[in-house]
């Protein structure tokens, strides 16, 4: 009976296991499946418009329209122009950085878990990839709660008595007006998780053209209630001196963290590019100048709220909306419908985007045996279901300012990645052996640990760690937060400066010391052990790594033969 049982267990999680490539031994299975392998041909669908669509869509959100307001607002807050101009130049940096980091994912056809693998070891990796994952998790239930604010107001556009739905619900965290509209969000979101990466592209093509149409009818509808573009535009700044410049450094500084997770995990879309060039000038051009609209929109949006309501601007456009819905017409409350409806469109594109992804791709990096990208993006849509985000989003312990800070702290982890990649390994890898657990694999390291990844990781973090204890409310020295007003930079710049140096006193293998690419050699990604394919210059055998020279050399008599 005893033996029954257990054979039924295993037949049920055999059926719960992911497909895998044959040959694999068991330590492989816990590195790879379909979702973890390179990206073959068929897959790297994702051209220059693409990109740009996907670009201009995740732009276009709430966060972006309001990202001006702390920098307006405020004993020491700039002008408006001067905002603008953060804006521009936080961006523009960001884009840099996604390019760089896009550019691994985008040659290998690799994601960010394996692309850690060589900068954190093979089983080290998945520390940094479970920092990513569980942030991802948190965020998707505060994008969905955000999402459900719009459900709301496109409920009350038909219904007005929606506004005022009898409250069940004996917390004072919510209601159930609320709830049930973040409920609708969430439910309504899942289908989108089931597609996979590289088609949900066309999401973000309707999102493209969808929701920027819906802005900039929102942004002229507000002029024309304030019969013009309100104070903010004609208000100077009110810091002055030094207290202007540290204003400005944050404002970038706070585009640019307001970027930080989509830094690292950008190999996990930009792998499905065709060419490394399709994902390169779509990011750096779009990124800046999406966001420098959409936060141009914002700015002129509220500040019209203040002539036509009087008082402080309305920074938030689902609060603006709401207004509008007082007292409204028919057409009016059209109108709203349809802007809400684009404001729910944007927060589940970004949402897809920036979390359920990237918590499905580092969830199958976890546990690959068992979970792929789209079991994991539902395990995350459940995680931020269950979080009940509206406890977090209601209490006054700055959670919000502690989300936004943490993501500061990726810093380190694309400073590692991107000083490895392009100052000590100049653009090689050697992809079957990112997953190898063999003790001979150059990314094993000691344990599949790599403590010069780690000690940089932490040298970046402590950096900023004092800084950090002041964002979150406590009391520190001046030094430490005019250090932390610099985060992103300090973070990145100490991670990479240390990891270099580690490296130079302490080399490691599998190297180059020219800049070399193998990444276009890469047609059959199989990973299996022996393997006869044309993924890098291992040549089949499972216990030895090549040199870059050796990889070149072979590459040379490939071509010559035609043997790709």
């Known amino acids: 009976m005893e033996r029954l049982k257990q054979s039924r267990a295993k037949y049920y999680v055999d059926k719960l296991a992911v497909p895998a490539e044959p040959g694999l031994t068991n330590a492989q299975l816990m590195l790879t499946n379909h ?12 051209g220059p418009w693409n990109f740009v669509g996907f ?30 101009l953060c804006v521009w130049i936080g961006y523009s940096i960001a884009a840099g950085f996604i390019c760089l980091t896009g550019r691994i994912g985008a040659t290998y056809h690799i994601s960010f878990p394996v692309v850690a693998r060589s900068s954190f070891g093979i089983w080290g990796s998945l520390w940094p990839v479970f920092n990513r994952a569980a942030m991802a998790c948190i965020w998707y239930g505060v994008q969905s709660w955000i999402g459900g604010e719009c459900v709301t107001l496109m409920l009350r556009s038909i ?30 979101s899942l289908p989108a998780i089931w597609f996979p990466v590289h088609k949900i592209r066309h999401l973000f093509t309707v999102k493209a053209y969808f929701v920027p149409a819906a802005g900039l009818t929102f942004f002229i509808w507000a002029i024309l209630k304030a019969h013009g573009i309100g104070p903010i535009v004609k208000q100077g700044g009110k810091a002055t001196g030094s207290a202007l410049g540290w204003a400005m450094v944050k404002g970038i500084m706070s585009s640019i963290a307001n970027f930080a997770t989509l830094i690292v995990n950008d190999p996990d879309f930009a792998r499905f590019a065709r060419k490394p060039k399709d994902a390169f000038l779509p990011q750096l051009l779009t990124i800046p100048m999406g966001f420098a609209v959409t936060s141009f929109i914002g700015i002129i949006v509220s500040s019209s709220s203040a002539v036509i309501y009087g008082g402080t601007p309305v920074w938030n456009p689902l609060d603006l909306l709401g207004r509008f819905l007082d007292g409204a017409n028919s057409g009016e409350r059209f109108g709203v419908f349809i802007i809400s409806a684009a404001f729910a469109l944007a927060q589940l594109g970004t949402n897809i985007a920036a979390n359920s992804v990237s918590a499905g791709t580092d969830m199958t990096a976890l546990l690959p045996r068992y979970l792929n990208i789209r079991r994991g993006g539902y395990i995350c849509a459940i995680v931020g279901l269950v979080m009940c985000p509206w406890n977090l989003l209601s209490t006054s312990n700055n959670f919000t300012t502690y989300l936004s800070a943490y993501s500061v702290f990726l810093s380190s982890i694309a400073g590692v990645m991107i000083c490895d990649y392009y100052v000590v390994r100049k653009g090689y890898l050697q992809i079957r052996d990112l997953y190898s657990a063999r003790p001979a694999s150059p990314y094993f390291f000691t344990f599949g640990f790599h403590w010069r990844g780690y000690t940089a990781y932490i040298c970046g973090i402590l950096i900023n760690i004092v800084g950090f204890v002041g964002a979150i409310g406590r009391e520190v020295p001046a030094g430490a937060t ?18 270099y140096l580690l490296c130079r ?19 059959n990604p199989s990973v299996a052990y022996g393997a006869d394919d044309d993924m890098d210059g291992s040549e089949g055998s499972p216990d030895r790594y090549t040199t870059a020279k050796e990889d070149e050399e072979k590459g040379m008599r490939d071509r010559k033969t035609g043997n790709f």
């Open 55 to 84: 670009w201009i869509a995740d732009s276009f959100n709430i966060n972006t329209w309001m990202i001006s307001s702390s920098m307006i607002s405020g004993d020491n807050g700039i002008s408006w122009w001067q905002s603008w």
């Open 159 to 188: 219904w007005s008595s929606y506004k005022d739905l009898p409250n069940t619900f004996p917390s004072q965290s919510t209601n159930t007006r609320d709830y049930v509209s973040f409920f609708l969000f969430w439910f309504f």
């Open 482 to 499: 005019y250090l932390y007003n610099l985060n992103f930079f300090c973070g990145f710049l100490v991670a990479s400066a240390t990891y």
């Open 505 to 523: 006193f302490s080399p490691i293998p599998a190297t180059s010391d020219r800049w070399m690419e193998v990444g276009d050699e890469i047609r």
């Open 35 to 46: 979702d973890l392998k390179p990206v073959e041909p068929e897959r790297r669908q994702w």
